[in-house]
């Protein structure tokens, strides 16, 4: 018997994420004193996940709304056309990770200390930012700029919220920054 040519599976073409712009930071501040901070926004029995570097650069406000968010967005747009649609395939964890891998990356790119930016998970007892009331477990971006706390929903990155507006705050259960 003589083998037969299997014709080759077309590939879709490769969607390309980029870089992320590099960070701009208006200080640092020590491990610390970041825990330190983050421990005040934690309701109680919240805990904080442990700190692996030294020091923290505090982002600065400007460059994440004018530069970051607007190509985080693009991102966010590249990446959910390549997504499963399963349930839990590319939900807020995942976007989570990937806003805060993105936040890292632009500190490497700047040759920066790591941005104080983490992943939150939080009860979402309340709708945010495009999000509706799933009264469930939820991943939130979290970042400390010259301006103080915000947060920042992943999946859509449409409102970058200070800490003390954020509606679901008191149902914050973890902060971890790795």
Request: glycine fraction near 8%; charge should be neutral.
């Amino acid at each position: 018997m003589l083998a037969q040519a299997i014709p080759a599976k077309s590939t879709p073409p490769r969607k390309i994420l980029y870089f992320p712009p590099p960070l701009e930071l208006s200080g640092t501040l020590t491990a610390n004193d970041l825990l330190i901070s983050a421990q005040k926004l934690l309701p109680a029995g919240a805990f904080l996940g442990p700190l692996l570097d030294e020091e923290y650069a505090i982002i600065k406000h400007e460059w994440m709304v004018k530069t970051f968010l607007p190509f985080y967005r693009d991102s966010v747009s590249t990446l959910k056309t390549v997504v499963s649609g399963e349930k839990e395939g590319a939900d807020c964890d995942e976007f989570g990770l990937f806003l805060r891998q993105m936040t890292g990356l632009a500190g490497i790119v700047a040759h920066s200390n790591a941005p104080a930016a983490a992943q939150v998970v939080v009860f979402q007892s309340k709708e945010f930012s495009g999000v509706g009331r799933t009264r469930e477990r939820h991943a939130v971006g979290l970042f400390l700029t010259d301006r103080g706390w915000f947060v920042l929903e992943p999946q859509n990155a449409s409102a970058l919220v200070p800490i003390d507006a954020y509606v679901n705050r008191r149902g914050i259960q973890y902060i971890t920054f790795h």
